[in-house]
């Protein structure tokens, strides 16, 4: 591999010399390090332990999503957004119809918001257990934390796959509504899953939550003010961890938020121990959304039947939608010239625009810091680089 | 929030910015905002900081592309033909000039209102692609108008760190651009092997003189 074609030979160092800096070490960790949940990179100048400067290096995993979708037809992008955030592919499918529905003006039947609630809630949960998992393996907390997530995550794949045939590539919105109704029995066994998940949430919160290892690495660490957090356009739990009280669901009352009860947690430290808590906060919140919305569902169509999923054309214009997915705010810009295919399509990713103050969080903290924050922005590789 | 209203406000405010009122006939009713470039970061601090608007969260930045477009025309006319006036049809083509276009998705935190859209586009797509930078005023902007830049090639003047943000240093054209043409070999990457290298830039060349038809064929 030659060194001179490739992108860190034109990153640009300060010089090496000068008042206050007597040794500056330039390392690159990624796009293989296992702490950068995926392909990621980031050039770190250390003045011995302490982090002068980072760059993150993205587009590792580009594939032009967006140039793809502009080649496809508009239901033909369904499966693929599937692949953006793989954790949660069911938001990703929520926002998608979401921004398709709005350019077209299609109405969504009652049912269907109900199941798309209950989906996208219970990837809400599969996303933050996993999270915190990942955040505690970062933190060396090897297996034990990650394995209680991953046990809970995969009673809900289950669920996910009785209903919709994948556990992770789900494709199942449908533009007005859903691809199919929920099979026998299913609705029963998510209230039991729903039903206990609190006694999984409890015996994690014993084990991390006022844990005193897990505090001395987090709290004061990576500390972001809400009013970088505003200015930066960062959104989901990272935002609401320094104190943003700026919740989609409740801003924007898509779908039928407006029908259920639950509480937005906030931080006040902006550290990633809020986010962290953040997170455990909202997983509560997300089963009394999903035991309110399991009792209310009601029956009907799944599907607007005068929705035409074949031919599909929307009028010329231009939509945008967005939803608050696990990650923070999830967007779709489609432009539609009245073709088949949209003549542009944009996927708005919370993981990238997240990243913008990775810099900004790291500065002066130590290495072994860095692995920390990164793990608690929740990035996912598929959405960033798309 | 009217755009009206905000419209007339920002007038108001940002002495001779020039604004229109960009109608969408979608049923989402996002209608937007188009801005001169000149006046783009003042009308942006404005909003950003108005009382009554407080437009302090920048959520989406894309870019769009609009080629050229050829329209024809076809146009009577009385010529001489062999000797003998005659009416002739003849076929007139004009060229619309394309353009890049930067749209702005943006909502208040603090008064939880929004979108409010706001565009921008270039003179055209060849050497006017120049923009003002909206990460000064936003933070948001940052990677997104990276992302621009690279998939487009707008330039954004007085953004603080310009460089690509998703294909290499090295890659030459815009992906995202309409008349992108794909490489006729995938496996061009920067540490390609000189027969690969040398065909990649056979390919380039040949797509900058607009030779694409022959090179179909190799």
Redesign the interface.
């Known amino acids: 591999?030659?060194t001179a074609?490739?992108?860190a030979a034109?990153f640009e160092l300060e010089p090496r010399t000068g008042p206050g800096i007597e040794q500056l070490l330039e390392i690159s960790m990624g796009p293989q390090h296992p702490s950068t949940h995926g392909v990621f990179r980031m050039n770190v100048v250390l003045d011995g332990e302490r982090v002068v400067r980072l760059k993150p290096v993205?587009?590792y995993l580009?594939r032009?999503h967006?140039?793809i979708a502009e080649s496809e037809t508009y239901l033909g992008s369904m499966p693929y957004t599937d692949r953006l955030d793989y954790i949660c592919p069911l938001t990703n499918n929520w926002a998608y119809a979401l921004a398709v529905e709005?350019?077209?003006?299609i109405q969504v039947p009652e049912r269907a918001e109900y199941l798309r609630v209950i989906t996208g809630e219970l990837t809400r949960l599969q996303n933050h257990a996993c999270l915190i998992g990942f955040l505690m393996q970062d933190m060396g907390a090897s297996g034990t934390p990650l394995m209680y997530a991953f046990r809970q995550r995969e009673i809900i794949l289950d669920l996910f796959e009785a209903l919709t045939g994948a556990r992770m590539m789900c494709n199942y919105m449908r533009f007005g509504g859903c691809r199919v109704d929920l099979p026998a029995g299913w609705l029963d066994q998510a209230k039991r899953v729903v039903a206990d998940f609190p006694r999984f949430m409890d015996e994690y919160e014993r084990l991390l939550v006022s844990n005193e290892i897990l505090m001395d690495r987090t709290q004061d660490v990576g500390v972001l003010s809400k009013e970088?957090a505003?200015?930066?356009?960062?959104?989901g739990p990272m935002a609401r961890a320094s104190g943003?009280?700026?919740d989609i669901r409740k801003?924007d009352r898509y779908s039928i938020y407006d029908r259920f009860n639950f509480r937005v947690p906030l931080g006040s430290h902006g550290d990633v121990y809020d986010r962290f808590m953040v997170r455990i906060l909202e997983m509560r919140e997300s089963v009394g959304i999903l035991q309110q919305a399991m009792r209310d569902i009601p029956e009907g169509p799944i599907v607007d039947p005068k929705t035409k999923i074949r031919g599909f054309r929307?009028?010329?214009?231009?939509?945008?939608?967005?939803i608050e997915a696990p990650k923070g705010?999830l967007?779709f810009?489609l432009?539609?010239d009245g073709s088949p295919n949209p003549?542009?399509y944009?996927v708005?990713p919370p993981s990238?625009?997240n990243?913008?103050?990775l810099e900004d969080l790291c500065l002066g903290r130590n290495v072994a810091d860095i692995v920390v924050i990164l793990g608690s922005i929740d990035i996912v590789l598929g959405e960033v680089?798309? | 929030m009217n755009l009206e209203t905000v419209k007339s406000e920002i007038e108001a405010n940002v002495p001779g910015c020039r604004l229109e009122l960009v109608v969408n006939p979608s049923p989402s009713g996002q209608h937007s905002l188009l801005l001169d470039a000149e006046h783009a970061s003042a009308v942006a601090a404005y909003l950003r900081d108005a009382a009554d608007l407080r437009i302090d969260f920048c959520s989406n930045v894309t870019g769009i592309d609009w080629p050229d477009k050829e329209l024809s025309q076809k146009v009577k006319l009385r010529k001489l033909v062999d000797g003998v006036e005659q009416e002739v049809e003849e076929t007139r083509i004009t060229t619309v000039p394309g353009s890049l276009e930067v749209v702005y998705h943006l909502y208040s935190v603090e008064k939880k209102h929004g979108p409010l859209v706001l565009r921008m586009r270039t003179q055209d797509r060849d050497a006017g692609v120049h923009l003002p930078s909206l990460t000064p005023i936003w933070r948001s902007a940052e990677l997104q108008e990276r992302e621009i830049f690279d998939l487009f090639g707008v330039v954004f003047d007085g953004h603080p760190d310009l460089r690509r943000l998703l294909m290499w240093d090295e890659f030459q054209d815009h992906p995202m651009r309409r008349d992108y043409r794909d490489p006729d070999d995938y496996e061009y990457e920067p540490t390609a092997h000189d027969e690969v290298l040398q065909r990649a830039q056979q390919h380039l060349s040949q797509a900058n003189t607009a030779q694409l038809s022959e090179a179909e064929g190799r």
């Open positions: 591999m030659s074609t490739h992108p034109h993205f587009g580009h032009n967006e140039k709005k350019l077209a003006g970088l505003v200015s930066a356009g960062i959104s943003v009280d700026y801003v929307p009028k010329p214009g231009e939509a945008y939608g967005r705010e967007g810009y432009v539609s003549y542009r944009r708005r990238l625009v990243l913008t103050v680089d798309r």
